[in-house]
């Protein structure tokens, strides 16, 4: 995060929000407040280290489930079923293992790396819920920092999901994360990354409801903001308990993320000795915009020529989607401009598929 601490005497200083109390504006980064704010430390040196975004704690790991559903389980096992043999896969940021469980049966060894205790703990608890007595053989749980997990058996496949990558706003943090995983990745192995693309705009909010019970409904409200020049956005996140129509609890949490556009991931992928093979937005379920794709990535087939006609086209065996009779309805007469238009600017999850060089 771009909160610091000093070790000599715990003063904390947010460059999100400045310090209004000293008169410090929001933005503020850390270099300018030199000699001021603290007579001990000043300010200055190697004492002020950078804080990681909280672990996921508490009620947060509960929530988290709730939320995140099944997005991504059908993508990612078909992607695994295309390997020639049982793969070996290793999720980092396993989290509640809400991937690994259905995964891990089309592996021949499965292994999930998180931090967080208590997401840890949720994922124990499915595993053994789905596997029974072979839950630690069929899913290994461990409880380290992805930076620096080593594991002496080398993987074909290796998940980074959930924007894993940008929960470390650092470039060197990125760099030192694929450098690991390159070396616990067997030669031609895959890699996938989830990239987390915020809406559009500097200030953004999100609401989204869930009624887990009967009488019981949870609502998740996050209020964003989008810095281009600093490459980060930040999320308020705030769950909220009702029953029967009554707050019961609440939980905030605030987490940075890197802003990192797939362009972007491709560079870095391919300086760390990764090939982008493949750019998918949303699991499949949408196309990506032709400006987010580099050269080469998601072109199959050979086009039509100028002059041949569809059906020329298709006998030649070449890329082409016949046509669709009647195939776009929406929008005439009497619910002309009812139907919403695909924003360019709506949140997005674009996920990398590349190959280890």
């Avoid at 407040?33 to 001990?40: H, I, N, Q, W």
Wanted: charged residues 25%; contains cysteine.
């Amino acid at each position: 995060m771009a909160m610091t601490r000093c070790s000599y005497c715990q003063f904390t200083y947010d460059e999100w929000y400045g310090d209004t109390r000293n008169g410090v504006p929001a933005g503020t980064p850390l270099e300018d407040l030199a000699g001021t704010l603290c007579s001990r430390c000043g300010m200055q040196g190697n004492r002020h280290e950078w804080q990681p975004n909280p672990k996921y704690a508490g009620q947060e790991a509960e929530y988290y489930d709730q939320f995140a559903g099944k997005a991504g389980i059908a993508f990612y096992r078909h992607w695994l079923e295309q390997a020639a043999e049982p793969p070996s896969v290793l999720e980092l940021g396993v989290g509640t293992g809400r991937l690994a469980v259905e995964l891990a049966g089309r592996a021949a060894r499965y292994c999930g790396v998180d931090w967080s205790p208590m997401m840890l703990k949720a994922a124990d608890t499915k595993r053994k819920r789905m596997f029974k007595e072979e839950a630690e053989q069929r899913l290994e749980l461990a409880e380290e920092d992805v930076l620096t997990f080593h594991d002496p058996a080398a993987y074909t496949h290796v998940l980074c999901p959930d924007g894993l990558l940008q929960h470390f706003t650092r470039m060197e943090e990125h760099i030192a994360l694929l450098r690991n995983i390159h070396r616990g990745l067997q030669a031609g192995g895959w890699i996938a990354v989830d990239l987390l693309l915020p809406p559009g705009g500097a200030a953004w909010q999100s609401l989204e409801r869930k009624r887990v019970q009967p009488q019981k409904l949870v609502r998740r409200q996050i209020e964003g903001s989008t810095s281009l020049s600093r490459q980060i956005f930040h999320c308020a996140i705030a769950y909220e308990t009702y029953i029967e129509g009554v707050m019961e609890s609440r939980y905030l949490v605030e987490r940075e993320y890197a802003l990192i556009t797939p362009k972007e991931a491709v560079l870095l992928l391919a300086s760390e000795g990764f090939e982008v093979t493949r750019m998918i937005q949303n699991y499949g379920s949408s196309t990506p915009w032709r400006t987010a794709l580099p050269p080469g990535v998601n072109e199959i087939g050979i086009d039509p020529d100028a002059g041949e006609t569809i059906e020329e086209a298709l006998a030649a065996g070449k890329d082409v989607q016949p046509y669709r009779e009647r195939a776009w309805m929406n929008g005439g007469y009497p619910l002309h401009g009812a139907m919403p238009a695909l924003s360019p600017d709506a949140s997005a999850t674009m996920t990398l598929i590349a190959r280890k060089k």
